[in-house]
């Protein structure tokens, strides 16, 4: 079965340099093209797509509060495109519920790759750049930071739950958890879905931004 993958941008060299990229790949089809939030968010309704590429920036409704929208409306997920890497609406667009971000610039393979990823509900963190990013936050945070609400969830994670999670706060992926923790992938996964659960949140990239809120 395909991945079908709407593509939002509002540059329109960019989008069609996307699309155009993605429909390389026998197992992905490209559903629709958006210029705009509103856009994106009224086509992710109508074409229910398993990935939404998302541009941060664009005119009107941009592209947070499109994520917003399709991951509280579980359209599907989101995963957020930016020009910097560290990029002051990426923190809040990953609040949102994006799955992960990737630069513009990066390579064909890797998109196809990241698209893939995020399907299959592994998501997109970036180790380095993602390391920095958390890093950044937990140390200044937005500067219309609100408290964080401590989840009730919290408490219920068991100690090999709580050590994942702390993984994932520093941006690893399934296979580097798998490597640390002497288990097996699909162990990793079945701990990082209970996790996000317990926590209430739509993504990993979430829970790694509320254990660094809640310094854990």
Do not use: C, W
């Amino acid at each position: 079965m395909s991945i079908r993958v709407l593509v939002a941008d509002d540059q329109g060299a960019v989008r069609a340099g996307l699309a155009m990229i993605l429909r390389i790949a026998p197992d992905v089809e490209v559903v629709g093209e958006a210029a705009d939030g509103v856009a994106a968010v009224r086509m992710a309704r109508a074409l229910r797509p398993d990935v939404t590429l998302m541009d941060v920036r664009m005119p009107g409704k941009d592209g947070i509060e499109a994520t917003r929208e399709i991951v509280a409306e579980q359209l599907g997920d989101v995963l957020v495109l930016t020009t910097f890497d560290i990029d002051e609406y990426v923190y809040a667009a990953l609040r949102a519920g994006a799955a992960g971000f990737l630069l513009k610039s990066v390579e064909a393979p890797r998109l196809i790759e990241a698209v893939r990823q995020v399907a299959a509900g592994d998501g997109v963190l970036e180790p380095g750049i993602t390391r920095r990013l958390l890093q950044a936050f937990a140390a200044t945070g937005p500067s219309d930071a609100v408290p964080v609400t401590r989840p009730p969830g919290l408490d219920t994670l068991t100690p090999r739950e709580r050590e994942v999670l702390g993984y994932l706060a520093e941006g690893l992926t399934n296979q580097q958890i798998s490597r640390r923790m002497r288990i097996g992938e699909t162990t990793v996964k079945t701990h990082v879905s209970r996790v996000l659960a317990k926590l209430d949140v739509r993504s990993r990239v979430q829970a790694a931004i509320l254990a660094r809120e809640l310094g854990l």
